[in-house]
């Protein structure tokens, strides 16, 4: 059964930096892509940043420069440093992972930037 547990979310003041982890669990090898999403209020989930096996990543405009997203391979854990965050960067970021054909999500950390 796969699993993945997401953990670094907290409040930050704007310019901040947080650093997100997200481990799954479950009998998996070579995750072809892992990465995040999120929610803010009001609106609909989007794409942050994914990264596959080899490492070739792709962002959202709104985060590149800003965030930077890296897997484990021997972990099966990725993260996503994020600086100089700004008040719109404010959600719950969910971690996900495809395997298998199948997409799979973490429960959700909050994030919230303001002063």
């Known amino acids: 059964q796969v699993q993945l547990v997401e953990s670094g979310g907290g409040r930050v003041q704007p310019g901040g930096s947080l650093r997100l982890s997200c481990a799954a669990s479950?009998?998996?090898?070579?995750?072809?892509?892992m990465g995040w999403y999120r929610q803010a209020p009001g609106k609909e989930r989007e794409l942050v940043a994914n990264?596959?096996?080899?490492?070739?990543?792709n962002y959202a405009d709104s985060v590149k420069g800003r965030f930077t997203i890296s897997r484990d391979n021997t972990k099966n854990t990725v993260y996503l440093q994020m600086n100089h965050l700004k008040p719109e960067d404010t959600a719950v970021y969910y971690c996900?992972?495809?395997?298998?054909?199948?997409?799979?999500w973490g429960p959700g950390t909050q994030v919230a930037v303001s002063s």
């Open positions: 996900y992972l495809e395997y298998q054909w199948r997409a799979y």
């Open positions: 479950g009998n998996m090898f070579n995750i072809p892509k």
């Open positions: 990264i596959i096996t080899a490492g070739t990543t």
